[in-house]
């Protein structure tokens, strides 16, 4: 089943062992994070394409802090060509400059309200993804 424009939208923030991931609606606003998992697994990605069904993916771009290119840079180049060729949806690269720090911030504000605990810190993947995904949904008037 194709997906529709009105549709979610699931980020990636593609790490060396593990890829986060986040959804969200471009509509709806905020992004949630949704799981963090091992980074080669194929099997695991399709699910998550099957059962969401998103117009759109965005991938976090790992870029130094003036702005260049690293190894992972390349890298998230080329998942993300990957992801727009084996699902068929349009695929967005999101400056990822801060958002692990700024993961880190609201998972500490999770446990101090009580509703994250030490062991949930594996999720920090999925909550940079979500990350990414708020900063693409509020950047460029979208």
């Not at 720090?101 to 920090?124: D, M, N, Y």
């Not at 993947?125 to 008037?141: E, K, N, P, Y």
């Amino acid at each position: 089943m194709p997906a529709t424009p009105d549709a979610p939208t699931l980020a990636f923030d593609l790490g060396t062992r593990w890829i986060g991931v986040a959804i969200g609606h471009p509509l709806g606003g905020g992004a949630r994070a949704l799981k963090t998992l091992p980074a080669d697994d194929w099997p695991a990605l399709d699910a998550l394409v099957a059962d969401w069904q998103p117009a759109q993916l965005v991938v976090g771009l790992p870029l130094t802090l003036d702005g260049g290119e690293q190894a992972m840079t390349r890298r998230a180049r080329a998942f993300a060509d990957t992801l727009g060729q084996r699902y068929a949806r349009p695929v967005h690269l999101s400056d990822e400059r801060g958002s692990s720090q700024e993961a880190a911030r609201r998972f500490a504000q999770q446990r101090a309200a009580g509703s994250a605990r030490r062991k949930h810190a594996a999720e920090l993947d999925s909550l940079a993804a979500a990350v990414i995904l708020d900063q693409w949904f509020s950047s460029a008037g979208r």
